[in-house]
RNA sequence: GGAGUCGUAGUUCAGUUGGUUAGAACGCCAGCCUGUCACGUUGGAGGUCGCGGGUUCGAGCCCCGUCGGCUCCGCCA
């Protein structure tokens, strides 16, 4: 053993005692003829006095030549500050009185900061990746990334779940990402492809009877990455046999809640998950990924001629809307909401509150009270404080001006400030297929094993593309889709004509998907699943918006990694060994 | 592939209607300092203003092109 202890065990107990330890130079503050040094382990950081008339000459002589972020030994006797430092009560009110040092590696000078949290270029970060993170910030965060899939591993485990991998060198398949093809010298001219999902062999595990499936695996899609999404990325993968859409659900949900407050105490997840059709989503909220927290909310008003004394009188436009922005929202940042908001090109016709103390609104309850009780199903769940706008106009137009200001809404409140709160919600029915728009071609929005709400529908001679539901379940939290599964289809027949429905031939079925085809026609159980995306989570959790944060070694925006540089080309008689040649013009060799 | 935005010191940024020697903070180097803790203090080094072209007496600033980063759309859970 180098170190005697780490810095997180030097406590009150260890006071005169004779200590080695061993870590970075956090911070150097030489005082003439004494100096004081910070060092940092994994573990925390500690002050190193250096004084004469303790300290041998020699370690007085090497402690003018440290840098910042050299990894240093030294030796030494705990002891209790003569001023403990009291501004930060995190350090420690002990110091180490050092008697030996020894600087193992020095450190040029640096491309940035360590010890803050100052801003730096994305390619920066990466290129020099091992100062990046030593950041508090990316010690904290890898931190609870291992945590978090700790955590997710031992729920499952816990219920009967297996972990099963399944190869990363897949077959070429239909429909979904584009993928990584993978030469190989045992078979010139043909190729693996990197899975881009897990799909077909966690459905073959289901027929050879393994009931009870996870797997926290690396997915690849050779696809733009973003600012939440990188070409390769990490998802939990469940799949259950003999199971239902709520099986799966209630699985689903519980986990998450339990995950989120067993990782970070602190955040609160909300009871049960509302239910909400992709349809209603999409006009209530304009998205199929709605931010609950603040979901500013349209609906529409089926009226010919409304005429309320005393309040508004509507002479001839039926369109009329009204405009829920929640009382978080219009508590917090009323003014953002409402200037983006009302730039649209459509007329507001009465606004109301049931924020009874103030006089600028007229109250929501003296309002609807003058209705029907049928109107107040407009708008699901007013609350009090909530704001609400009556509106005329366009659809599409107002449409916008809700979006924009949901989006400036997102963009300038702080999100820290309401990172605690988890707001999931399931988005369901969605439609099967999706028309491409280069060739009006039908094809699978998601994957082709999704089973369909009527088995009647897809066996029709000119099926109607746009009606087919699936029977699916998507999640949302917090206007991030975390991910989604689906029943599967476990019957051959329909799943081919799933694929038939695609637009594959017989024998390109039988390429593609005979080995599915065939183990479904061999004893296979009912069975649904789902996949999540636990960047998303783990970005979530530690609260970054951006998922390079949260990933030890990320690559950039354009797919490039500064650290390595790569990709690369490859010599050609390497390429040789695989039968390939390189017909791009850009050769770095 | 499309849209927006940015590119100035090692880092993060400022730089006015185009005007003399391009600034700040942090970092770095040197001196002073025996209880600092974001130490203080004195001094110093450090720039092809992404690159190329153009307009102009004069360009960091205006125009055209190009390269690169970031965000968004397309693509993709």
Redesign the pocket.
């Known amino acids: 053993m180098i170190r005697t202890h780490k810095i997180s065990q030097i406590s009150v107990d260890t006071v005169n005692s004779d200590v080695t330890l061993g870590g970075w130079v956090n911070?150097i503050?030489?005082?003439?003829?004494?100096s004081?040094v910070?060092l940092r382990d994994a573990s925390g950081v500690i002050?190193l006095?250096f004084?004469?008339?303790v300290t041998g000459n020699e370690a007085m002589n090497l402690v003018s030549e440290l840098?910042?972020e050299a990894v240093i030994i030294v030796n030494g006797i705990v002891r209790l500050?003569?001023?403990?430092?009291n501004?930060?009560q995190t350090?420690s009110a002990l110091?180490i009185?050092v008697s030996t040092l020894e600087i193992v590696n020095n450190s040029e000078?640096?491309?940035?900061?360590v010890v803050?949290d100052?801003?730096?270029?994305?390619?920066?970060k990466i290129k020099h990746r091992w100062l990046y993170l030593r950041r508090a910030r990316m010690q904290r965060n890898i931190e609870l990334r291992s945590r978090a899939f700790q955590a997710i591993r031992q729920w499952f485990v816990s219920r009967e779940f297996l972990e099963i991998e399944t190869p990363i060198l897949f077959k070429e398949t239909f429909g979904?990402?584009?993928e990584f093809i993978v030469p190989t010298r045992n078979h010139p001219g043909k190729f693996y492809v990197l899975r881009?999902?897990p799909q077909q062999l966690k459905q073959i595990l289901m027929v050879g009877g393994f009931e009870r499936y996870f797997q926290i695996c690396k997915l690849f899609?050779d696809?733009?990455p973003?600012?939440?999404?990188q070409m390769e990325?990490t998802?939990l993968d469940i799949e259950v046999a003999f199971a239902t859409e709520a099986d799966i659900m209630n699985l689903v949900e519980k986990m998450f809640k339990d995950i989120v407050t067993t990782v970070e105490p602190e955040f609160s997840v909300n009871q049960s998950n509302p239910v909400i059709t992709y349809h209603e989503s999409l006009t209530r909220f304009g998205t199929t990924a709605p931010d609950l927290r603040f979901a500013i909310e349209l609906s529409e008003i089926n009226i010919d001629k409304l005429s309320l004394p005393g309040f508004f009188e509507i002479e001839s436009d039926p369109n009329v809307y009204l405009i829920r922005i929640p009382k978080r929202v219009a508590e917090t940042c009323k003014d953002l909401a409402l200037k983006s908001l009302l730039n649209g090109d459509f007329k507001e016709i009465a606004r109301f509150s049931t924020d009874s103390a103030s006089n600028e609104y007229k109250s929501a309850d003296s309002f609807f009270n003058l209705f029907d009780s049928e109107w107040r199903c407009y708008l699901t769940e007013i609350q009090e404080r909530d704001l609400v706008l009556m509106v005329t106009g366009k659809r599409d137009i107002i449409n916008k001006a809700v979006a924009a200001s949901r989006k400036e809404v997102a963009k300038n409140i702080d999100l820290k400030q309401w990172k605690h709160d988890w707001m999931f919600l399931w988005i369901i029915d969605?439609p099967l297929f999706k028309q491409?728009?280069a060739s009006g071609k039908w094809k699978s929005?998601?994957q082709s094993f999704t089973a369909p709400k009527s088995v009647e529908e897809v066996f029709e001679t000119e099926p109607d593309f746009e009606r087919i539901l699936g029977r699916?379940y998507?999640l949302v939290c917090n206007g991030q889709?975390m991910?989604?599964g689906s029943v599967r289809i476990h019957n051959a027949d329909l799943q081919k004509q799933m694929f038939r429905l695609e637009g594959l031939n017989d024998s390109e079925i039988e390429y593609y998907f005979g080995q599915l085809l065939h183990a479904l026609r061999s004893g296979a159980p009912p069975h649904a699943g789902a996949?999540?995306?636990l960047d998303a989570l783990v970005r979530m959790l530690a609260g970054e918006s951006?998922i390079s944060e949260i990933i030890a070694f990320p690559k950039?925006?354009?797919g490039?990694d500064p650290l390595t540089g790569a990709p690369t080309s490859i010599n050609q008689r390497t390429l040789d060994a695989f039968h390939i040649e390189n017909s791009a013009e850009d050769h770095n060799l």
């Open positions: 911070v503050r030489h005082l003439g003829k004494l004081f910070e002050q006095s004084i004469s008339e840098n910042p500050r003569p001023t403990p430092k501004r930060n350090e110091e009185e000078s640096l491309p940035f900061e803050t100052s801003p730096v270029q994305e390619s920066l979904g990402a584009r881009q999902s899609h696809s733009y973003r600012s939440r999404r990325f998802a969605q491409d728009v929005r998601h699916e998507a889709e991910g989604g996949t999540f995306s951006n950039l925006g354009n490039i």
